[in-house]
């Protein structure tokens, strides 16, 4: 059984509690899924762009620069060897495609197990309500500092996109702002800490229930 306690936006606690079962969340961490679930996310970031040019590719002639004997020099072959100053690399890099896939599943629920696990850890801090009429953040670091969060890195979680609290969030450093809807494995890893409104953990409990 997970019980978290319920802040106010000021981050003062209101004296009531929000549980839930772990199995409404997921079920049991399994440490190769969410192993896999990071090293796709770290692989499909890497541009794979890089190139650099061969012996074949640079420009110059094939030709032997000198006879092999009888000049009193090293021997010596086409200026487009490697070891010869504007020659190509021996190998020679060129772009490719680091992406990796996983099923639409397994990546759902790596994400799920990645938040019980954070939800186990008691890194998780369940708020109320974010909402403000303008843009504030102010009351954003303040909800940090009182939670004794500054300086670490975080991941704040809403129900639905709200343009005044990306507003209020935007500036802060280290600090994200998600849609429950578009959280994944590692996000939520990577995160010291995860501040979930009410309207983001019954969104993520549906997504958990289907």
């Not at 306690?5 to 003062?12: C, F, L, Q, W």
């Not at 004794?148 to 994200?176: F, M, P, Q, Y």
């Not at 995160?191 to 549906?206: G, N």
Request: aromatic residues 6%; glycine residues 8%; positive net charge.
């Amino acid at each position: 059984m997970i019980d978290l306690t319920v802040y106010d936006k000021n981050g003062a606690a209101t004296g009531e509690s929000y549980s839930f079962a772990n199995d409404d969340i997921s079920p049991p961490v399994n440490q190769a899924l969410l192993h896999s679930a990071l090293v796709m996310y770290g692989a499909n970031q890497r541009q794979g762009t890089v190139k650099s040019k061969s012996r074949a590719e640079v420009s110059g002639s094939s030709r032997k620069l000198y006879k092999q004997k009888g000049t009193g020099n090293a021997r010596a072959g086409n200026k487009r060897t490697p070891v010869r100053r504007g020659g190509g690399h021996c190998f020679a890099k060129s772009p490719k495609e680091w992406r990796i896939t996983m099923p639409r599943k397994a990546r759902q629920l790596a994400t799920k197990m990645a938040l019980l696990g954070k939800l186990e850890s008691g890194r998780v801090y369940f708020i109320e309500s974010l909402e403000m009429e303008s843009p504030k953040t102010r009351v954003i670091t303040k909800l940090i500092s009182t939670l004794g969060l500054t300086g670490k890195s975080g991941l704040i979680a809403i129900g639905e996109h709200n343009e005044t609290v990306w507003k209020s969030c935007r500036n802060i450093e280290r600090v994200d702002l998600s849609t429950a809807a578009n959280l994944n494995a590692r996000a939520i890893l990577q995160a010291s800490f995860l501040i979930v409104t009410r309207s983001a953990m019954q969104s993520m409990r549906r997504q958990a229930a289907t």
